[in-house]
């Protein structure tokens, strides 16, 4: 029997899960629902399943086991707790939502249901980042001391302009961090380990009639005492290739986008040459830099393929909601941090407060 998915959320980002359950054996996308109802009609021409003008009935339908949650940030709440509690698999976008408070509703309401769950963070399933967290769990790289990511990324004003609910504090959960580097703050937290402190400031300099950051740099305490740097923006032209930087006393690799720079160790092995070589300027993914349609789905795919084989052993899945949430509170630290001037601990106790003074009209 087929795992059957439903879609909440026909928007672009849709189109890439649609792609990936095509290319999953044992997978198949029977539904779709979206509060525009000639949105999910046009979506389920495209795709052939079915589309729900009302949510409760795409829920009821027993031919969906799993529900991806593809709304704008600010609205998977609802949908992935009606899901969870109408006993679904739940599937959701990055973020997992854009504040704790709404996190830890998604989690808690799939626990209490005892469902899976887990948030799309593709960049974790790609070759050589797979390659690049052997490399740390075997300790090739000594004792980490630094971990650096850069997402310095391109974004038009007609692209903010294109959605009311782009650039916005309540549906977007913040800017160039929230948005876009998210994927890249997963990435770092799960190569480094966990955060102990940071500094962020942030700014809106390329962009007008948005209230969130559209550049940012934060440093970073990890727990292990390694330190690192986070930048993120959608104000540099023409928009670069994403990269993570891994440094240890026993060696150094960075990745730009999914392409091996550098790698070098203290003490080569077998398979370091071969990875040089494999795994260099083989990609030719832009990943986004400029074009947020310009993504490929083939992470995607690795994480669903993932989250079937999850549900079916009832195992934990590769990324969990949990991970969903670290990634959401380090971003909310570094904005805390920005607005009070001062170092942020984590674990954040509370959601911190948007200051007035950072909303624009």
């Known amino acids: ?17 649609a792609k990936a359950l095509e290319e999953i054996r044992g997978a198949k996308l029977v539904a779709c629902f979206d509060r525009f109802a000639g949105s999910a009609d046009k979506f389920a021409e495209a795709n052939g399943c079915t589309a729900y003008h009302d949510l409760d009935e795409m829920l009821a339908d027993p031919e969906v086991d799993v529900v991806t949650i593809c709304t704008p ?6 949908p992935a707790v009606a899901a969870a509690n109408a006993g679904k698999h739940v599937v959701v976008e990055k973020p997992l939502e854009i504040t704790l408070k709404r996190c830890d509703a998604i989690i808690d309401a799939c626990k209490k ?8 963070m593709p960049s974790r399933f790609g ?81 007008k009639r948005i209230e969130v950051e559209d550049t940012g740099v934060a440093t970073i305490r990890f727990k292990n005492g390694a330190l690192g740097v986070i930048e993120a923006s959608t104000s540099v032209f023409p928009g670069l290739l994403k990269k993570t ?12 986008q999914d392409d091996v720079l550098h790698w070098e160790f203290a003490k080569e092995n077998a398979r ?6 494999d795994l260099a300027k083989k990609s030719g993914n832009t990943g986004g830099a ?72």
Not at 7 to 13: D, L, Q, T
Not at 245 to 256: L, M
Not at 290 to 311: C, N, R, T, V, W
């Open 1 to 17: 029997m087929a795992t059957g998915f439903g879609i909440v959320g026909c928007g672009m980002i849709s189109n890439f899960h």
């Open 73 to 78: 940030s600010g609205a998977h709440m609802d």
């Open 113 to 120: 249901n005892k469902v899976q769950l887990t948030t799309i």
């Open 127 to 207: 070759t050589a980042n797979q390659e690049l967290k052997k490399a740390i769990d075997k300790g090739r790289f000594g004792k980490l001391t630094m971990g650096d990511t850069y997402v310095k990324w391109w974004r038009t004003q007609e692209y903010y302009d294109s959605g009311g609910w782009r650039g916005t504090w309540q549906m977007d959960g913040g800017g160039a961090y929230m948005n876009q580097a998210i994927h890249n703050v997963d990435l770092l937290f799960w190569l480094m380990g966990d955060v102990a402190d940071v500094n962020g400031m942030t700014g809106t300099l390329a962009h």
């Open 245 to 256: 930087e891994i440094s240890g006393t026993h060696g150094t690799v960075i990745i730009e």
């Open 272 to 277: 370091d040459e071969k990875i040089r070589t």
């Open 290 to 361: 400029s074009d947020p349609s310009a993504i490929s789905y083939a992470g995607h795919m690795e994480q669903l393929k993932d989250f079937i084989k999850s549900i079916k052993t009832g195992k934990k899945p590769f990324v969990d909601g949990n991970d969903g949430r670290k990634s959401v509170e380090i971003i909310l630290a570094i904005y805390q941090s920005s607005w009070t001037g001062k170092q942020v601990s984590l674990p954040l106790k509370r959601d911190p407060r948007i200051p007035k003074t950072s909303k624009k009209k």
